[in-house]
């Protein structure tokens, strides 16, 4: 069986902030920093799956040699 390409998801984009001075909002960063992880995860889970399809397709064109 040959491989056929499905091409790549977008990623997320993930910033890393810094802390806040003294004066900024605590509740603002916390938020940035949870949407960042969140971010994260997701493109893990995007390059994990990935792997995993084309792993299977190897797989596939391994049983047929």
Known sequence: MRYTPTGMQALFPVYLSR?????DNRDAYDSSV???ENNLN???????EKLLELESALADVTEGE
Not at 19 to 23: A, E, F, V, Y
Not at 42 to 48: G, H, K
């Open 34 to 36: 949870a949407q960042n």
């Open 42 to 48: 997701q493109n893990l889970e995007l390059l994990y």
């Open 19 to 23: 802390m806040p001075s003294s004066g």
